[in-house]
């Protein structure tokens, strides 16, 4: 099978070729294009995958190729995983700095940063999906840009059922769950429900059982791993659920835009120096073997450490655990949809996919993120019970904003795209929406089809 990244020069793509590289089956990827703008985080990366194989030292790892022409990249792929980051990390930063200002979150999905970041890369996931559909129209889509549902979303309009998101959080909050009940998270069923970065673990079934319960009535237990810190034991057992971490800046809100407005730096800054840092180091010239997997080791190992830090510390919830420093495992759900696709390989995995009749307060074409069925026909989810109000509020009023930076993004209307911004629970006014795309056309050329 032959797999193109677009974004193949992204900070993250190593973990996808890891996975690829412990992939021993028949039918497996031999050939991974590479398709970025920027060379030189192309040619960074290309290096990082090199010392990658070498130390796996698998005779045959899938072959790397860089490409600077987007059909050329797409052209003969079985699999396209989109991983794009329009603006770049500055992009984020200013998304960050612009929302703070207001006194208003600037994280880049949650918030008035997701509303921007959205406006900026709907227009160009709409153009990837087109040329896919018109270059490689038999490739499946994996989606890993974000805002992923949203921008999954988007690319359905072209793709139909052929593009797929994922995320990983999901999957790190049902394995940690699943350890703590002492189950190996592959045998648990995880009923998870609601939209991408705004969802919840509602149970926990092994052998059939719910064993949730068990977990929301200890508070050791609750208090022992990440989002248990996080959220606090009581406020859990309100809930009768575990929410993904990206709940926290809805429930606690104020204690966290405080938090990110008292810190040195925003996480986009600190991205975005950090990367930079590595970039250069990586793709210095007479790097001996392995220096650039190292230099992508202890960048990644930082990356993760600092992980939503503004939130622990308003949560005072400490430094994350050893446990929770490693991969997410994205990349290993990606690899699991693959497989179940190109080899009938049925799967369950949590996926953003179009909601057909799954949640009643959504309609069809809503792209949710719940358990689905996977198999060589693609990604089909599965039944769920539906939301309890509170959550419907915020998922229907979250689903509105995704439309109105939808219907921006085709229209270039500025009314459609103030109307984003205003609907977000985490935006509190009309003016203030309206100075709040005043300062991301600003900060952004990429907002000037907004009039």
């Not at 890891?18 to 990827?29: I, S, T």
């Not at 990366?45 to 030292?57: K, S």
């Not at 979250?398 to 930076?405: G, I, L």
């Amino acid at each position: 099978m032959r797999l193109t990244i677009l974004g193949g020069g992204g900070f993250r793509v190593p973990l996808v070729y890891g996975a690829l590289l412990g992939d021993h089956a028949e039918g497996r990827v031999s050939h991974v294009t590479l398709y970025d703008e920027d060379p030189a985080r192309l040619a960074a990366m290309t290096r990082v995958l090199a010392d990658l194989a070498a130390a796996a030292g698998v005779p045959d790892a899938p072959a790397v190729t860089a490409a600077r022409d987007l059909d050329e990249a797409l052209r003969g792929a079985d699999f396209v995983f989109s991983a794009i980051r329009v603006g770049g990390l500055e992009g984020r930063a200013a998304d960050e700095r612009v929302a703070l200002a207001e006194g208003v979150l600037g994280q880049e999905t949650v918030g008035a940063g997701g509303v921007a970041y959205g406006l900026r890369t709907v227009p160009v996931a709409r153009e990837i999906a087109r040329r896919v559909a018109r270059t490689a129209p038999e490739a499946w889509v994996i989606n890993f840009t974000n805002p992923a549902g949203l921008v999954t979303e988007a690319m359905a309009e072209e793709l139909g059922d052929r593009v797929i998101g994922i995320c990983d959080s999901p999957v790190g909050l049902g394995r940690r769950v699943a350890r703590l009940l002492g189950a190996r998270p592959e045998e648990a069923w995880i009923d998870y429900v609601g939209l991408n970065h705004l969802g919840w673990v509602r149970g926990l079934r092994i052998g059939g059982r719910d064993e949730l319960p068990r977990l929301l009535a200890d508070t050791e237990a609750l208090e022992s791993f990440e989002e248990g810190r996080l959220f606090g034991a009581e406020w859990l057992r309100s809930l009768g659920a575990i929410p993904n971490e990206y709940l926290h800046y809805y429930y606690f809100n104020r204690d966290t835009v405080r938090a990110y407005q008292e810190a040195g730096q925003t996480r986009g800054a600190f991205l975005r120096d950090q990367q930079r840092g590595f970039y250069a180091e990586a793709g210095r010239a007479g790097l001996p073997a392995g220096a650039a997997l190292a230099a992508w080791d202890r960048t990644r190992a930082e990356r993760e450490a600092t992980y939503m830090a503004e939130n622990r510390q308003a949560a005072g919830a400490g430094e994350r655990d050893e446990s929770d420093l490693e991969s997410g495992g994205y990349e290993k759900v990606a690899l699991a949809l693959m497989r179940a696709i190109a080899r009938d390989e049925r799967a369950t995995l949590i996926l953003n996919v179009r909601n057909g009749s799954t949640l009643s307060a959504l309609d069809a074409g809503a792209v949710i993120e719940v358990p689905c069925l996977v198999d060589a026909n693609g990604a089909h989810p599965m039944g769920v019970e539906q939301l309890p109000l509170h959550a419907v509020g915020l998922v229907t009023a979250v689903k509105a904003v995704e439309r109105a930076v939808l219907a921006a993004a085709a229209s270039g209307a500025r009314a459609d795209a103030v109307k984003a911004f205003a609907l977000h629970p985490l935006v509190d006014s009309v003016t203030v929406a309206r100075r709040l795309l005043d300062g991301y056309a600003a900060a952004h050329p990429g907002l000037a089809y907004l009039r």
